[in-house]
């Protein structure tokens, strides 16, 4: 049923409209929460259309997941895939690397995200959400989402680049908000515009990083920016200022945004599932203890991993990601034209009650 192909023959391309000249379907596409559900609906599990000035095909559910994801990976590029907003303002960090090139930066990152590394994490993670609880207690009523980007934010920020809660870190939240901004918003580059300001932020958070990169360089540190100025491959290569700062920058995004949704979801679905709350509570209450959590005991908590798994299905942080087709490609019985942009999908996959069944509910015992 799927293949790539070089020759278009008598196949179609995908259902769907390209929408308005130049603009496309850009607008919808940034404003309808339901632009792909409405459409997939329409058309199926492969459609066409026109957004961030580039024709581009949706495909969801998990056939198409696995042939973009897995089986015909090498068929797709990540650089030319995502919105060139993406790529000015993350740089030439990981997120759009690919071939040797990926495989050596994602070595050289990783022992800033491995065993040992992570369980020297804990203890910060523990201390300041110790803060925020008691701030909580205090406050009693309030709104999750803020509180958690600030958190989260706070977390990322200390662990990777040593910067203490308080106004820096605040001001760097400040100029991650300006970054982000700028991923799905029309590229003009003035200076009141909002790529304007998300530029300027990015050019600040690198001057920022660069900074804490060669403090770390004169005194060497175990955080993760340490263990990634001090990190070298089998030919005893390490990674530039440029890399380290762009990887730093992306690690800083990557990580506190989608932790963020994450833990807001995680909260409203054990407010509205009292008894998975009760059940999760006593297995902390059961394992935790009364010192310092260890990884141990986070490995132990088979029933919180399996709250968290289905917070994922239900309410993923993520709905999909950008590719660019390097070859043309058939795909349904509809042909893709090389260049094409492709967007994969995770929510409608995790919809899908021919894999999970009654999709909609919150049910973390799927996950036994
Ligand atoms: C609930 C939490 C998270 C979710 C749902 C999530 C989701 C994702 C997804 C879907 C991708 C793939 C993007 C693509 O290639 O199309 C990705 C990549 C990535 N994420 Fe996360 N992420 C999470 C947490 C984190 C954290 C905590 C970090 C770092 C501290 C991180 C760092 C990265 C990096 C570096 C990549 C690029 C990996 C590569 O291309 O090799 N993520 N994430």
Request: charged fraction near 25%; charge should be neutral.
């Amino acid at each position: 049923m799927t293949k790539t192909t070089e020759a278009r023959g008598s196949l179609p391309l995908p259902p769907g409209s390209f929408g308005l000249p130049l603009i496309g379907e850009t607008v919808s596409f940034l404003r309808d929460r339901n632009f792909v559900n409405n459409r997939q609906k329409k058309y199926g599990p492969i459609f066409k259309t026109h957004i961030m000035g580039r024709p581009t095909v949706f495909m969801t559910g998990a056939e198409a997941n696995r042939f973009i994801l897995s089986s015909h990976m090498d068929r797709f590029s990540w650089r030319e895939g995502w919105p060139d907003t993406f790529k000015e303002l993350l740089g030439e960090s990981l997120f759009l690397q690919e071939g040797a090139e990926h495989q050596r930066n994602r070595k050289l990152l990783m022992p800033a995200f491995h065993g040992k590394a992570l369980g020297n994490y804990l203890s910060v993670m523990e201390r300041m959400t110790q803060n925020y609880l008691q701030k909580w207690e205090r406050l009693g009523s309030f709104t999750w989402f803020p509180e958690f980007k600030q958190l989260t934010f706070e977390i990322a920020s200390f662990l990777l680049i040593g910067s203490e809660p308080g106004e820096e870190t605040t001001q760097l939240s400040q100029w991650f908000t300006e970054l982000t901004d700028g991923f799905f918003t029309v590229p003009l580059r003035w200076p009141w515009t909002t790529y304007g300001r998300a530029l300027r932020a990015r050019d600040r958070l690198l001057v920022h990083i660069e900074k804490a990169v060669l403090h770390r360089q004169q005194e060497p540190a175990q955080d993760a920016l340490g263990l990634l100025v001090q990190s070298r491959d089998e030919e005893g290569n390490r990674l530039s200022m440029q890399e380290l700062k762009v990887q730093a920058l992306l690690m800083l995004f990557a990580g506190h945004e989608t932790t963020t949704s994450m833990l807001t979801s995680f909260c409203m679905a054990l407010a509205q599932h009292p008894d998975v709350w009760t059940r999760a509570r006593a297995e902390q209450q059961k394992l935790a203890g009364d010192g310092s959590l260890t990884m141990e005991q986070i490995k132990q908590m088979t029933y919180l991993e399996q709250v968290l798994r289905e917070v994922e299905r239900l309410y993923p942080p993520v709905g999909g990601g950008f590719r660019c087709a390097i070859e043309p490609f058939e795909f349904n019985g509809y042909y893709v034209p090389k260049g094409w942009q492709i967007t994969y999908r995770i929510p409608e996959t995790h919809q899908d009650s021919r894999i999970f069944s009654q999709p909609e509910q919150f049910d973390p015992d799927r996950f036994k």
